[in-house]
Structures are given as C-alpha cells and as structure tokens.
C-alpha cells in the first residue's frame, strides 16, 4: 500500500473541532480566536467536498485525465492511489474556481488518445460511472429483487405490529433482555493459532467457531468446550475474512459451508468434510479483507485492497460484479437483511450504500475523517 499523497493527508488529519458552525463564541474560551475556529470549520467543509469529488479508479483513465488537464501524468514516486488524489484535488480547485488552469487546457488532447469529455458526456465530476454487465448479472438482480421485495415486506409487517405494542411491553421486554446481558461472562479462552488472530465467527447454530489467524490457516473449534474439530489450510496469507453460509450446518457437509478471504488475493470455498478447499474463487488482484454471504445463500461479496469490492455466484463461481467507487482500499463490505443493498466502506473514509437491484449507489456515508473498518446493518433495515 502506497504512503498518503500531501494532497490527500490533510484529509485524514485526526484533530478536534467545534462542529456547530454558529456556535463560534466557545472557542474562544480556550484561547481560539472566532476568525480561526471559522477558517477551521470553512476547511473541513472544503475537505468533505473535495473527498467526495469521483474520479475513475482505474489508471489508465487517471492518467488521461490527468493529461487532458495538462498536467504531468505521473510524478516521482507516485503510485496509483496517489495519483488518483491528485486528479481529486485538481478537479476541487476547478470546481472551486481558484485552480489557475486555464479552461482551454481541458480541451487539448493528443490525437491518439480519446477524449474523456466525450466519453463521460460531460464536465460534471458527480456523475455516475457505468461499466457494461453480463446477462448472469441481470438474472441475479431479478432474483434480489424478487427476495428482498418478499422480506421487506415481512418486515414491514412485523414493525407494523411492533409498533401498536404499548410503551410498557417495549420496556418490560428491554429490561429482560438487560439482565440478561448483565449474566455474560467468559465461557472459555483458547489458543486458536501461533500467530495473531484475525477474524472468529459463529456458525448459524452456534455450536462451531471458526477463528482465521496471520498464518493463513483457519481453527475449526466446538462450543463450549473450544475443542479442535478441524484445521483448513490453503491459504498462504493472514485471513482477511469468514463468513458461514446462512443455512451452514443444515446442508450437505460436502457444500460450501463456510468462505474465507486471504491476504493473497483468492477466497476458498470449504466443506465440513475436508481439510482443503473444494473450491477458489480468483479475482482480486490484492488483500481480500473481508467476505459476506448474501442473506439467500446464492451470492458472495468480498471486500479487497484492490479499491473494489465484488459480487460471485456460489452455484457458477464466477464473478458477477466487479465495483468500483472508492478512491482507496476497500475493507468491509455488509448485506442489508432484506438482501437489497449492501454497505462498503474502507480507507478512504467513505463508506457508500449500494443498490443491488439497479447497481446505483443510493447514499454516501460521510462524516468519518479515519478510516472505516467495520460495517453492520440494524435489524430495522433502515440503520446502517
């Protein structure tokens, strides 16, 4: 992973700051000036816009792009992450009219290379990028759709009814559940690896863990007892991720069971009959941080370093999806539990909403100046 570009490092700088704009008399109380906590608050707000400015994750657009502005297309030391801030910060300044390029730059072009400004249809920074899709693809959407419209239906429902309960029974039923977590207690502790752990995940019905360590092997353990049940082997990096099929345990042992990420780049499928993989999934071409299934058990999604995360058909194993859309390395990816839209999010700060029935992106997650390393769905459906 390449170092922060300067371009880019001010955006993830960690510090304190008021965040009511109005309320600019409460700096000064310690020793900030009103003039300097609204220069504070003017510069986060140009940082939020520049980072949410879409630029192409690929580099061979960047560099054109790059080119067609008239700027070098690429400078010493510079990779790929850092040069895609680069184009980011210029697109800021010209959006903000303080860039000192003149308009007629943006025009010129060699002639063996095709002009960006056709391609995309216009100036405008914010618009989507399209790439074509397969009619697999398609398929899965119709079958998505078709799901998640049952599901959030059911759920619906259920919060229809939820909602007529008195104010008392919610209460009554919350203070249960308290003194129930209030008995949590450790059960029992285990050594699951000669390197750091990683990852640990229940199965479905709660009697496996699943714990992924830096050497690239994943423990299978009973519960309560944390007895060694099996030890898979075939990665050759840490694991990045495990995620158990939702009806795991229930299906044939010969099945995928269980999916695990590896910091080599591939996902293997894996059994509960067999110590090796029965199945790889080749793709990314970096880190796979994370893999989740779809709550149908038809779909995997997994989140990788190479800036995409990706959608793969368990009963094909092909890829379906290759998305991009984050400016840096992806790391967590989750699905909704209706099964219509999954959340990403990664070193970039952004985490992003996606809509698997249309491929849009509904909604862009700012407000983190870190990175984002973790993403859960509330049972609502509506919280993320």
């Known amino acids: 992973m390449s170092g922060i570009h300067p371009s880019r490092k001010s955006y993830v700088e960690d510090f304190e700051s008021p965040t009511d704009r109005n309320d600019i008399t409460c700096t000064s109380r310690v020793g900030i000036a009103p003039e300097k906590a609204f220069a504070i608050l003017s510069q986060m707000d140009r940082k939020k816009r520049a980072a949410a400015i879409l630029v192409p994750t690929d580099d061979g657009r960047v560099r054109m792009r790059l080119r067609e502005l008239g700027e070098p297309i690429t400078l010493f030391g510079e990779g790929p ?6 184009l980011r910060e210029l697109l800021y300044q010209k959006e903000e009219g303080s860039s000192c390029i003149n308009r007629d730059d943006f025009e010129m072009a060699d002639e063996g290379l095709p002009r960006l400004v056709d391609e995309y249809g216009d100036d405008d920074e914010d618009e989507e990028f399209f790439t074509p899709g397969q009619p697999k693809l398609l398929d899965a959407r119709k079958k998505i759709a078709i799901y998640s419209l049952c599901h959030a239906h059911n759920r619906i429902e259920r919060q229809k009814i939820a909602a007529t309960l008195p104010l008392q029974k919610h209460i009554k039923h919350r203070r249960v559940i308290k003194e129930y977590l209030d008995g949590y207690q450790v059960l029992g502790s285990q050594i699951a690896g000669d390197r750091p752990l990683s990852l640990a995940r229940f199965s479905p019905d709660a009697k496996f863990i699943a714990a992924g360590s830096y050497s690239g092997t994943i423990r299978m353990l009973t519960v309560p007892n944390l007895e060694l049940k099996k030890l898979l082997r075939g990665h050759t990096d840490r694991i990045g991720g495990i995620s158990w099929h939702p009806h795991a345990i229930t299906m044939s042992s010969m099945s995928a069971n269980l999916a695990s990420g590896g910091g080599e780049g591939n996902i293997h499928l894996w059994s509960l009959s067999a110590a090796t993989p029965i199945s790889t999934l080749s793709g990314h071409s970096a880190r796979v941080c994370r893999v ?9 999604a997994s989140a990788s370093f190479d800036t995409t995360w990706r959608l793969w058909d368990l009963a094909t194993q092909q890829e379906l999806l290759l ?3 984050h400016s840096r390395e992806v790391y967590t990816v989750a699905f909704q ?3 219509a839209l999954i959340a ?3 070193l970039d700060s952004i985490g992003r909403v996606w ?3 249309t491929g849009r992106t509904i909604m862009v997650l700012n407000g983190h100046i870190r990175e984002i390393t973790g993403l859960a769905w509330h ?3 509506y919280r993320v």
């Open 81 to 86: 992450g850092d040069r895609r801030d680069r």
């Open 292 to 300: 989740e299934h779809h709550p149908n058990g038809q779909y995997l």
């Open 323 to 325: 998305q991009e859309g």
């Open 337 to 339: 539990g209706d099964g």
């Open 344 to 346: 990403s999010g990664g």
């Open 355 to 357: 809509d698997l029935r």
């Open 379 to 381: 049972p609502d459906g």
